[in-house]
């Protein structure tokens, strides 16, 4: 598998792969541009750096430097409940800040030196040596001002990467998805990883939203496109002075506030504008789900002048986990209780989960669970330790048309919206998901 990596600089845009590279090839450095962004790489010992019209915007590690490999913050936060639960994703004990940095086999490898390259239209292709010998590929991809960067050891695939840049003086950095701290990420390293508990993050208490992402006010960023869990540290104690991004995975992704925000969302996807209601208070409440009491409790906001926007029912309102569907004993009409919502121009949303249960609808459909439910039936991120219920597999594509088809009823019964929880509870790495992929894959991208 091979790591992919982009930088973006400069302004916006949103091209294709161009020809017309220019390349400036010594003795001492390899450097190629298409007027708006310019990659130039040290040949040896390798060091990468990423220019944008208005200068260097990136630069890998300095190699001569220690390679830092200490990960406190993971070493830190081992098995905090005595029940083998991690309050956060724990992180890799050793790590690497040498540029391009691969773990295989227990140890880490990295680029040594650049052997060679061809140019192809807007593609480079450079063949370079590495600290195990066998070599790598790095493919850059110009795309007007975002250059991809794909980066393919040799041999059997790694069991993580780890790219390192310098940090520069005076810029900030912010990212890695949402969290109750500070959005600043100097001095602090952020787990790739969705989870909740107390201290969950590393730092506070939960890390539910893991977007790795990260943008510099130097103009660049950095973005992990696969969702595997991993870090970014920046400028921690015991990396001073580095940017580092840890995946457990084979494949990276670097892209690069507002043009690499723009850039970033054009590669991601732009999320559409939420309806207007969705501005106006929402309400709910965790102890009354029938329609009796969210009846009465909407007549009487409305009444004291609040402009509901939604009320949105809480768990429990169905009869089995994984119906999508309400039970008619708290909702004997739940056709008129929906048309009376609106007619005050009320929405409706509903809880759900990906909980999967016997004589649930989603069962009945055909849907099956993940497999390998921890033998103690708990939650691994979750501290203190939390039940954990069977979760549909969404890799599955029959378990997948089955949730669909029963979330699809349900809107079609009135329900504008969901609010979608406990995904982000862990099985652990013995989750065995039916296309095979691995559970330190597959859990940040099935949260969302």
Do not use: C
Not at 139 to 161: C, H, Q, Y
């Amino acid at each position: 598998m091979a790591a992919a990596v982009s930088w973006t600089v400069g302004p916006v845009a949103n091209a294709q792969a161009t020809g017309g590279l220019a390349v400036t090839d010594t003795l001492t450095t390899y450097a190629v541009t298409d007027g708006t962004a310019t990659v130039t790489v040290q040949k040896a010992p390798w060091r990468l750096s990423l220019a944008g019209i208005a200068g260097t915007a990136a630069m890998e590690q300095d190699p001569a430097l220690p390679d830092l490999t200490s990960n406190a913050a993971a070493q830190s936060n081992k098995n905090v409940d005595g029940m083998g639960h991690d309050k956060a994703y724990p992180g890799l004990p050793v790590v690497s800040t040498r540029p391009l940095a691969y773990l295989r086999g227990g140890a880490w490898q990295h680029m040594t030196a650049f052997a060679s390259a061809v140019v192809s239209g807007g593609t480079v292709t450079i063949t370079a040596a590495t600290s195990d010998g066998l070599g790598a590929t790095v493919t850059l991809v110009f795309r007007g001002p975002a250059v991809d960067l794909r980066f393919n050891p040799s041999g059997a695939a790694a069991d993580a990467v780890a790219e390192s840049f310098t940090q520069g003086p005076g810029e900030h950095y912010y990212g890695g998805g949402g969290r109750f701290l500070r959005p600043e990420l100097t001095g602090l390293s952020v787990p790739l990883w969705a989870s909740h508990g107390i201290g969950a993050d590393r730092y506070t208490f939960t890390n539910e939203i893991a977007v790795p992402f990260l943008v510099s006010t130097g103009g660049w960023g950095l973005w992990d496109r696969t969702g595997a869990r991993g870090e970014l540290a920046v400028g921690v104690p015991d990396r001073p002075g580095v940017l580092s991004a840890i995946l457990e995975t084979n494949a990276l992704y670097v892209g690069g506030m507002q043009p690499v925000l723009s850039a970033f969302t054009v590669d991601s996807g732009r999320n559409p504008v939420p309806p207007e209601w969705a501005f106006r208070p929402m309400f709910w409440d965790d102890n009354h789900n029938d329609q009796a009491f969210i009846t009465a409790a909407v007549d009487r906001l409305r009444a004291d002048g609040f402009p509901v926007g939604a009320y949105w029912i809480d768990n429990p309102f169905q009869p089995h986990q994984g119906d999508f569907a309400p039970s008619p004993t708290r909702f004997p009409d739940f056709a008129g209780f929906v048309a009376g919502l609106h007619a005050q121009g009320v929405r409706l949303m509903t809880w759900v989960s990906p909980f999967i249960s016997p004589g649930s609808i989603v069962e009945s459909l055909g849907a099956k669970a993940v497999a390998g439910m921890p033998a103690d039936h708990d939650d691994h991120t979750y501290v203190p330790a939390r039940s954990l219920t069977d979760h549909v597999d969404l890799t599955d594509p029959a378990s997948y048309a089955a949730e669909v088809a029963a979330a699809t009823a349900l809107l079609e019964r009135g329900v504008d919206g969901f609010k979608l929880d406990r995904g982000e509870e862990d099985y652990a790495d013995a989750a065995v998901f039916a296309d095979g992929s691995p559970n330190r894959l597959e859990h940040n991208r099935y949260v969302v």
